[in-house]
């Protein structure tokens, strides 16, 4: 693999290697370079609300494919374990149940306490040095903001790395007080590679193109983007003072008309604030040219649904997803090498790439 190269200098960029689009060995590598020591969003506490509660579930399916459970001991402490039997490998939890006070595995009776610690295994007295450390389940990092859980699955850097400056911007908001809503939520298939979809969402520069509606209730002009060690914030300014956040004093952003705030965190997350509440956006990797993207809806104010910034979020997905499936057939063109920057609105595009060329050189 060669190694990737985006200057640091905006205005003498070009734009990263088609390559990191349509390479099938570059899709492999990422899983280890790039999507393994990131963090990634589990979901809220609500998975596991009382001691007893076990929720199984598979870290980026069909990529990644972990399997991983969460479980609440009696003690009220959260765990994210691996959900595979440290014996042969058997899947522990087949489905979500509560009231559990150990698990068991169906296979040939492993016993684990909801720590992930071994207890016992039928059958095996004569078997020497057992148990050790081994027969345990792995213990995955566990990071929550609010009631908003987060884990690693080769962890290189604590969580704030990647959540610090959001969780500083919105300080201010009761994340406790958020709630998941699945019949709001959605999944979108798109036949774009994952990269694609992200430096769509990086750059406020298709606004006034692709958009119309949404450029109805943003302030072109007044659409800034912030970047971060490992994440970014777009900042969506309203036209006028309606559907706008009712910022506290506190807020470095008290007086500004403030529709949406836009976090990104590499390598795959967007967390879009509205004052209804939040769409956490999963950008999931399902083959070089195919992306699964969950859009998760965590509600906080009701009666402020579905107005401005915050409005017609499926229209603008299918908006988003036009274009970025015809950039994938642009891209495998002959004639298409590398492109290049807008100084002024695509630096949160060039931001990602540099992370990437970063990611994947080392």
Known sequence: MSQLFIDPNIAKASTISTDIYTSAENFEVAKEKIFAPSWQFIGSKELVKFSGDVQPFTLLENYMNEPLMLTRDADDEIHCLSNVCTHRGNIIAYKQCSKASNLRCKYHGRLFELSGKFVSMPEFKEVENFPSETDNLPSLPLFNWGNLLFTSLNKKEEAPAYLSEMMERLHWLPLKDFVYRPELSKTF???????????????????????????AALSFGDYTTELYNKASLQLGVSKDNLNCFDLPKSSIDYGTNVAAYYFWVYPNMMFNFYPWGLSVNIVNPVAVNKTKVEFLTYMWQEDKYDKGAGSDLDKVEMEDEEIVQNVQKGIVSRFYQHGRYSVTRETGTHHFHRLLADSMNH
């Open 189 to 215: 298939n798109i036949y774009a590679n994952w990269a694609l979809y992200c430096e769509n969402y990086l750059e406020g520069f298709h606004i006034p193109f692709v958009h119309a509606s949404l450029n």
